[in-house]
Each structure stands twice: as structure tokens, then as C-alpha cells.
């Protein structure tokens, strides 16, 4: 009785011994596998309608930047000057990319995801280069333009600093009143050589000769063209000089361009501006030097359509030997480069920024061969 009541306990213990071996093979797949299994599914996931639906206003919102920041030239300045204000702000536009982007991972939106490729691409095109340094060893003269500020509580420091910055040529702007006198008086020990014609003046350690007046159209109208020399002359904004290099003469131009308003009755008004602008590319493009520098400020960005007769003609020194973008103003926090040093007939081997002095504006300095 005992052998046959223990026989069915053995019986199952050797059946229990056998689907271990013939089994089929249940095991979870090798990571090599769960990957290729996960891409798959997430590939199907995107062939599905539901996440090219999802975030059609993402989607929107980022074809639209992309068309504007492609199409920025053709935005209408007619509205308000909108076509300029677009334009004087145009690096900025990037900022909405990564918002977008992290509102189509968030909606898990196909398509909006695939949309800012376009404003990728064409940021990218447009500003990609200027974050690296460009700049090169070496400069035969050292070049400075600072708009000083009219407001600047100490011209005398802003002197010195610019002294010290080892310029060989500098550039001043929006000279008024008594601080002119104050920037005679420090500059003259470094430099011996200086002319100033109205709001404008250079300062040079080589001399200086045929200095003299631009005419930017300062005046509109026949009553504007009626005023005396004397006159104009006390609010003139723009000179031309020749210095005087041991590689032979260098043509150097100094300008103040009219400024912008932003209100809300006119919008962004630039009329000044503009007319300043055409009337200095007209005296550019009459120029017969072979060398040329432009230096000052311009009240724009090269990116501004207003400014393209200027730019047709001189190169930018900051796109060809800069660090960055090289914004300029305002001082205490710097969005948009309106001070400028642009050349013909020379290299440009190095772009940068000085730190700031009293003025709302930033000092650029270019390094010249």
C-alpha cells in the first residue's frame, strides 16, 4: 500500500522535471531587441495621425518665425516703420525657438516639431557664424568709436579710458556743450592731432589733413538748405578726414546718423535717420579714396534696410573679425549694435567691445591691417 499510495507524488515530480527542457523559449527579449522593438513603436507613434494634429497653434506659430526671419526684408515699413524695427531687433527672434520647442515636446506635436526646422535653418543662416571669435593676430592701427553721451557726468574719465585703450584713431560722438572742451583738454597729450567739426570730432596719434564737413542732409526743404554755414555748422553731424599711415593716406569718415523714436503715435520713426543715411552713402560712394573707414553711430543695425546703401559699399567690421554680435547699446544692457566701424580697401583683423564709460553707449574698437 505504501509503494503504491508514494508511485502518483514520484510521477508528478518527474513530470514537473520536464517542461523546464521543452518549454519554448518565453524569456524577455536582449536589450539589442527591447531598443529595436521601442524605435519601432515610436515610429509607428509618428505615422499616426493623432501627433501631427496635436498643437496646431505651435505649428503655426513657428512657420510664422520662420517665414518672418526669412521674409524680414519685405515686412512693410510704411505700418509704423515695423520693416526696421524688425529688422534693428532680428537676432533676438531666435529666442522664441526653444520656447516652441519645448511646448511641442510638452503637446507631443509632430508637427510643430518639424516646423521650427525652418526657423532653425534660417537663424542659422543668417546669425550662425557670429558667436565664434573671427578675430586674427596682428593690425597695423588700432581704430575707436564712441557716441560720449550728452548726459555723460564725467567726460574726463571716459577720456582717460579711452586713452587707455591704445587706439591710434578715435571717433567721438554727440560732442555738446562744455564737455567737448573737457575731451580737448584730456586727449591732448596722447593725441596731438584732433578736428572737431560741430557734434563730431577725431582725435588721431598721426596727423590729420583735408578735414572737413559731410553734408547728411541734416536740413530738409528749401528752408533748411536757406541756413548759413555758421549756422549748420554748430549742429553738424558727420566729417570726413585723412590720416595719415605709414602705409599712405587712410580716409576716415565720422558720423552721428539722426535718431529713432518708438511712440505710439508714429511707431518706429526713422524718417531723420533714413534721410541721413541715403545722404552719407551718396558722399561714400563719391569718395575716391581707396581706403576707407566709416566710424559712429549709426542709430541702426546692418540688418536695417535703411542702412543698406551704406553697407553696399563698406564691409562690417564685426561679420568678418568680431567676437559674438557686439551689441553696443544700451550700455547697461546691451541688445542691438547701432556703433559701427565699417571699411573698404583694409582688412579688418579684429572687432570687439570696450567696457563702459559714462555713456549709454558701448565704445567699439576694430584692429586694421
Not at 114 to 123: C, D, G, T
Amino acid at each position: 500500500m505504501n509503494d503504491i499510495e508514494h508511485e502518483p507524488a514520484r510521477a508528478d515530480a518527474a513530470r514537473s522535471d520536464t517542461p523546464a527542457a521543452a518549454a519554448p523559449d518565453t524569456a524577455a527579449p536582449k536589450d539589442g531587441g527591447g531598443r529595436s522593438a521601442g524605435a519601432l513603436r515610436a515610429f509607428r507613434g509618428l505615422l499616426a495621425p493623432a501627433p501631427w494634429r496635436r498643437g496646431p497653434v505651435l505649428t503655426a506659430s513657428a512657420l510664422a518665425l520662420g517665414l518672418l526671419l526669412l521674409f524680414h526684408a519685405h515686412v512693410p515699413n510704411r505700418i509704423g516703420g515695423l520693416g526696421s524695427l524688425v529688422e534693428s531687433f532680428l537676432p533676438w527672434l531666435g529666442l522664441p525657438v526653444p520656447v516652441l520647442l519645448a511646448g511641442a515636446l510638452w503637446r507631443r506635436s509632430a508637427s510643430a516639431a518639424v516646423a521650427l526646422l525652418l526657423p532653425v535653418a534660417v537663424w542659422l543662416n543668417l546669425f550662425g557664424g557670429l558667436p565664434g571669435d573671427r578675430a586674427q593676430e596682428g593690425g597695423d592701427l588700432t581704430v575707436v568709436s564712441h557716441n560720449v553721451g550728452a548726459d555723460n557726468p564725467d567726460p574726463a574719465g571716459t577720456a582717460r579710458d579711452l586713452a587707455a585703450s591704445g587706439a591710434d584713431v578715435l571717433a567721438l560722438v554727440e560732442l555738446t556743450g562744455p564737455a567737448g572742451g573737457v575731451y580737448e583738454e584730456e586727449l591732448a597729450d596722447e593725441y596731438p592731432y584732433h578736428a572737431v567739426l560741430g557734434t563730431v570730432g577725431v582725435w588721431s596719434r598721426l596727423p590729420l589733413s583735408d578735414t572737413r564737413p559731410v553734408d547728411t542732409a541734416m536740413d530738409a526743404g528749401p528752408l533748411g538748405e536757406a541756413k548759413p554755414d555758421e549756422v549748420t555748422m554748430a549742429y553738424n553731424r558727420a566729417l570726413r578726414t585723412t590720416v595719415a599711415t605709414d602705409r599712405g593716406p587712410l580716409e576716415v569718415y565720422v558720423a552721428h546718423l539722426g535718431s529713432v523714436r518708438l511712440t505710439p503715435r508714429t511707431g518706429f520713426w526713422t524718417d531723420g535717420r533714413d534721410r541721413n543715411a541715403q545722404a552719407l552713402a551718396e558722399a561714400l560712394a563719391a569718395e575716391p579714396g581707396e581706403r576707407v573707414v566709416l566710424l559712429g553711430d549709426l542709430n541702426g543695425t546692418v540688418d536695417d534696410r535703411a542702412l543698406s546703401g551704406i553697407t553696399a559699399l563698406l564691409e562690417p567690421v564685426q561679420d568678418t573679425a568680431g567676437d559674438g554680435f557686439g551689441f553696443s547699446w544700451p550700455a547697461a544692457f546691451p541688445v542691438a549694435r547701432i556703433d559701427h566701424i565699417l571699411v573698404r580697401g583694409v582688412e579688418a583683423e579684429g572687432s570687439w567691445v570696450l567696457p563702459a564709460t559714462g555713456s549709454d553707449h558701448l565704445p567699439v574698437a576694430a584692429g586694421l591691417r
